[in-house]
């Protein structure tokens, strides 16, 4: 079974940027497609940002195209994501979620449902 730990969150000015990172333990996250979701108070958990296992493929909700970027250190067994151009709508908790996609190097996994593995979460605030 894999664990999962975020860190990096913190408080930030709009306009300002901030790097996430998920960290993984008791397995290589090498097979693993990871996924950042986020949940803002009051809102449901949504997603941000898909990675596949390759890191080949990537994909990311409409709000944070062009602003966030999802990345991958498998030496480190690590999973980052990059935000940039941080908004105030961007505040949230940050979590990370992993799922063996075994020989599968390339698929995307975008739904919550399809993740085994998450992580505690990590706050994110961006203030106006």
Known sequence: QVQLVESGGGLVQAGGSLRVSCAGS??????YAMGWFRQAPGKERE????????????????????RFTISRDNAKNTVYL???????????????????????????????????????????????
Request: hydrophobic share 30%; proline share 3%.
């Open 47 to 66: 997603f941000v940002a898909a990675i596949s296992s390759s890191g080949a493929n990537t994909a990311y909700t409409d709000s944070v195209k062009g």
């Open 82 to 128: 990059q935000m940039d151009s941080l908004k105030p709508e961007d505040t949230a908790v940050y979590y990370c979620a992993a799922k063996n996609t075994g020989s599968d190097y390339r698929t995307l996994i975008q739904r919550e449902e399809g993740y085994p593995y998450w992580g505690q979460g990590t706050q994110v605030t961006v203030s106006s």
């Open 26 to 31: 008791g397995r290589t996250l090498r097979l």
